[in-house]
């Protein structure tokens, strides 16, 4: 059995974290921070903007602003070629 992360991060997915600030529903003048982190699609985003959308369906919090971050964790390897041949005895 292989890790989801893992299979995930060779499809092309790379590790996303959004900071999402939102009004608390009992002090409607006061930002809370939430932090969510999964693997997602740049520039798409289809995972958060779910994610996102459920917030607005089910939880009572307004939005304020969401900050995000990606890193694609896997990629080619940085390489060049080199002329010559070296001899180990």
């Not at 499809?11 to 997602?40: C, F, K, N």
């Amino acid at each position: 059995m292989s890790d989801r992360a893992f299979i995930a991060q060779l499809e092309g997915y790379g590790l996303t974290m959004a900071e999402i600030h939102y009004y608390r529903p009992d002090a409607p003048s006061w930002l809370q921070l939430y932090v969510w982190q999964d693997y997602d699609l740049a520039p798409d985003f289809p995972v958060l903007f779910g994610f996102l959308d459920h917030w607005r369906r089910e939880i009572e919090a307004a939005l304020h602003s969401v900050r995000i971050a990606h890193e694609q964790l896997i990629r080619p390897a940085e390489w060049r070629a080199i002329d010559g041949v070296i001899s180990i005895q």
